[in-house]
């Protein structure tokens, strides 16, 4: 007995500080909080104020990597995407940005699961990583090129970071997300976050309160009393509305089905108060697809589909002419409407935007020439003024596509496609544990990014490539072990 006491008294310590059982074992935490709030109280005391912060948010973060990972990427999503409310990111000192440090951080919080974690993961999928290596390998030969043509290294770098991004955050982000909880919670924060901003963007555009502090536009442009807000959450919107109402037109009611129609009809509406043509446009070519993919799906998803998306639609309906119709705007429909019809007639005519974007890509592609298999190379303006194009620049974000083509050629922009159609095909060859909003929803998505790329900057931005890059990870680990939406609530 004697004996028996002894080997559980040595093993208590060890116990007490095993990452699993911390939640259960309250009395491991006394010592070092007790050493901690010395330490806090003596700098404070001191009028260290801000090393006395960084103490307690340190191990805060490092316990929120450890216990909850997928929160943290999710947070780190938002930020990147400057949509944490009340704290504005943009801007600042030099050229390293919030999108760079979200991707480093998000890298460093898998190397250290795998440290103290290294259990067996489902690998990245081959069809996967062959297009990640491949537009790897040509973004480090247009790197290399661009030092050739005299572009110091920092230019480079920084000029052509945003697509690297795409490569590196999707090794780091499929090992975290992968784990059902770490899924879950990433799930969770972006359906929030997307959430907040879209009913803070509605309430802002449409004039009821003055949420800047929450949507921290980088612009503002009133159209007929409705203000029109630039800012990085924009792709996300978009995002979380497409595979929103996808879920709630094919995945049968559970416990996650309140929150999604709520953030699903938020999303919408700031989506369509976002007065973005070209967005109305790739919509619309996502709807197809979706009715095309859910049409040829079982009898009862049919079923489910044609029930649910008239209920969505009268209520989408009620919602849009409640709250815009009788705001203080007043008419924003009209607004709407008047939007889609000059874009057609600006097409016809090519005048306007539509014109001066033409025009654009004339400009550019007579600076391009004979270069375009394989591009210009990052050449920042600051050290190659093309007199020719605005602000000396050949990245332009009226141009979509053009950004990749005149960097890194037809090449470059073809290898970037290549990763979407991996994960594509990987999404459409694995059938086993697929659900359908997955298909319904992914396919819709890329089929609007595919529409919009010609003058939308989704894949040729920073923030917009992060936010593709983490939707696709999120869609791929969808399949097989990891959780279904009815268990967002766990």
Not at 113 to 130: A, E, F, G, T, Y
Request: charged share 10%; with cysteine; aromatic share 8%.
């Amino acid at each position: 007995m004697d004996g028996e006491c002894l080997v559980m008294a040595n093993q208590r310590p060890a116990e007490a500080w095993n990452l699993k059982t911390w939640s259960l074992t309250p009395h491991a935490f006394v010592i070092p909080v007790g050493l901690l709030s010395l330490i806090v109280g003596a700098l404070v005391a001191r009028n260290q104020l801000v090393l006395a912060i960084a103490l307690i948010a340190i191990p805060l973060v490092v316990w929120l990597v450890v216990a909850y990972p997928g929160i943290v990427v999710g947070g780190l999503w938002l930020t990147a995407l400057n949509g944490v409310p009340l704290l504005n990111l943009e801007g600042g000192g030099g050229q390293l940005r919030t999108t760079d440090i979200s991707v480093i951080a998000i890298a460093m919080i898998a190397i250290a699961q795998w440290i103290v974690s290294p259990k067996i993961r489902r690998p990245l999928p081959s069809v996967i990583v062959m297009p990640c290596v491949f537009f790897g390998m040509w973004w480090l030969l247009t790197f290399a090129r661009s030092l050739n043509a005299g572009i110091p290294g920092t230019d480079a770098f920084f000029f052509g970071r945003d697509f690297l991004s795409v490569v590196l955050i999707v090794p780091p982000a499929w090992f975290i997300l992968q784990e059902p909880a770490a899924w879950r919670q990433c799930v969770i924060v972006i359906l929030l976050g997307a959430g907040a901003y879209g009913l803070a963007y509605i309430c802002g555009s449409l004039g009821l309160i003055d949420a800047t502090s929450f949507t921290h536009p980088q612009q503002i442009h009133t159209i007929a009393g409705v203000q029109r807000l630039y800012t990085p959450m924009s792709d996300l919107i978009v995002m979380v509305a497409i595979f929103g109402a996808a879920i709630l037109a094919t995945t049968p009611r559970s416990h996650a089905t309140p929150l999604i129609a709520v953030v699903t009809i938020i999303t919408l509406l700031a989506f369509l108060l976002q007065l973005t043509r070209a967005a109305y446009l790739g919509m619309a070519v996502g709807l197809v697809i979706a009715v095309v993919i859910t049409l040829v799906q079982g009898g009862q998803v049919r079923r489910m589909f044609l029930r649910r998306v008239s209920v969505f639609l009268m209520v989408s309906g009620i919602a849009l002419f409640a709250v815009i119709d009788f705001g203080p705007g007043g008419g924003v429909t009209s607004v709407i409407d008047e939007r889609i019809s000059s874009g057609v007639s600006q097409v016809n005519e090519q005048s306007g935007t539509v014109g001066y974007r033409v025009k654009l890509y004339h400009e550019m592609l007579t600076v391009l020439g004979p270069d375009w298999p394989i591009g210009l190379g990052f050449l920042h303006p600051r050290d190659k003024y093309f007199p020719s194009l605005p602000s000396g620049s050949i990245r332009n974000s009226d141009v979509g596509l053009l950004n990749a083509v005149m960097t890194m050629g037809l090449t470059g922009l073809i290898l970037l496609f290549g990763i979407l159609f991996g994960f594509a095909r990987y999404v459409a060859k694995t059938s086993d544990g697929r659900p359908t909003w997955l298909v319904v929803g992914m396919f819709s998505w890329l089929a609007l990014l595919a529409a919009t790329s010609l003058t939308l900057v989704t894949l040729f931005s920073p923030t917009g490539l992060i936010s593709v890059g983490l939707t696709l990870v999120l869609c791929g680990v969808a399949i097989g072990p990891t959780p279904r939406l009815d268990q967002l609530h766990a």
